[in-house]
């Protein structure tokens, strides 16, 4: 079987997840609108999704990445982590890497390497707004950041970003000579110099 760049990044993730307590849940993060626990939800709808995708790549039956009902704990995230590393595993074992996979969410199919790509670029880039909206380090491979931002450059077109209802901010700009994970947060819309509001308490 082999491995894949989405497999350390899984595991840093859950370590991040595993450390926030139930008094940074309502923290701001840097994904805009969503403090942390809303943004635990969010990751909770598309880890659930991927890890359907992977069991069944011609499968019919997706859950809606955008809706999650379940329970938000961080504990729940943990878990569903682990089941989604363990499906990328079993994915990989099975040679998803060169096959076809139906990504209705996404609007159709992609080869099965590019899925994972997706998958990197989401546990990179929400990783960070977990760790950096709790006072956490994150510091995944270079190269799982040079394979997040390769994959949202041929994603994100300028009409899908700022303005109500659109998925991603504005790029921030970033200097090309910054560090892997600098360029992929500034094209994702982030700074990569963000931290949390102080909150002023009243007398």
């Keep these: 079987m082999s491995s894949h760049p989405v ?6 993730l859950a370590r991040v997840i595993g450390a926030t307590t139930a008094r940074q849940d309502t923290s701001p993060t840097p994904c805009a609108d969503l403090d942390v626990v809303s943004l635990r939800r969010h990751l ?22 955008r809706v999650y009902t379940g329970p938000d704990e961080a504990e729940v995230l943990v878990t569903a982590i682990g089941e989604l590393s363990a499906a990328v595993r079993a994915a990989l074992a099975d040679g998803f890497e060169t ?7 996404l609007g159709g199919t992609f080869p099965g390497d590019y899925v994972l790509s997706m998958l990197v670029a989401e546990a990179v880039v929400h990783g960070w707004d977990i760790a950096r909206a709790t006072g956490q380090a994150w510091q995944p491979d270079p190269a799982a950041s040079e394979q997040a931002h390769a994959l949202l450059v041929g994603q994100i077109k300028p009409e899908y970003r700022g303005g109500a209802g659109m998925p991603f901010a ?4 970033v200097s090309p000579d910054a560090p892997a994970l600098d ?3 500034g094209f994702a819309g982030r700074s990569p110099r963000w931290t949390p509001t102080p909150v002023t308490k009243g007398d």
Excluded: K, M, N, W
């Excluded at 497999?7 to 840093?12: G, I, T």
């Excluded at 909770?44 to 890890?51: A, E, M, Q, S």
């Excluded at 096959?99 to 969410?105: D, L």
């Excluded at 504005?170 to 700009?173: D, G, Q, S, T, Y």
């Design 170 to 173: 504005p790029e921030v700009p």
């Design 7 to 12: 497999l350390p990044v899984l595991d840093h």
């Design 44 to 65: 909770l709808g598309g880890i659930g999704y991927f890890t359907v995708v992977l069991a069944d790549p011609d499968g019919d039956q997706r859950p809606d990445p």
């Design 183 to 185: 360029r992929l947060l």
């Design 99 to 105: 096959g076809s996979v139906r990504v209705p969410a």
